[in-house]
């Protein structure tokens, strides 16, 4: 028996996330240089697919198990929201925390 109960949700990966996004938020705020917000929105992009890959591990047994239809659309959801993190520009994610628009990338 282990000696700690398996997690059910991915809660390190949910506070490495959120402070990613406050480092970054705080970043653009502070209007620092464009290197360093690249730096920062990559690690954004990063946690973002380490919270979707730990959510795919713990959904995926259930899955097995019970072949629910939830469970499934559950992982196809996952896949695409990985996808759509894989694919997405810098500056898409830029903006999304607030970078404001007329700012020269």
């Known amino acids: 028996m282990p000696s700690y109960p398996p997690r059910n949700t991915p809660a390190r ?12 938020r705080d ?10 917000l690249t730096k920062f929105a990559e690690n954004v992009r ?26 499934q659309s559950e992982l196809a959801n996952i896949e695409n929201e990985t996808v759509q993190w894989q694919t997405m520009p810098v500056d898409e994610i830029l903006l999304r925390y607030g970078l404001p628009q007329d700012r020269p990338m």
């Not at 970043?27 to 360093?36: F, G, P, Q």
């Open 27 to 36: 970043a653009i705020e502070k209007s620092k240089d464009l290197k360093r």
């Open 13 to 24: 990966q949910k506070g490495r996330l959120l402070r990613s996004e406050s480092i970054l």
């Open 46 to 71: 990063h946690y973002h697919l380490q919270v979707l890959k730990a959510r795919k591990v713990i959904a995926k047994p259930a899955c097995d198990a019970q072949n629910d239809q939830r469970i």
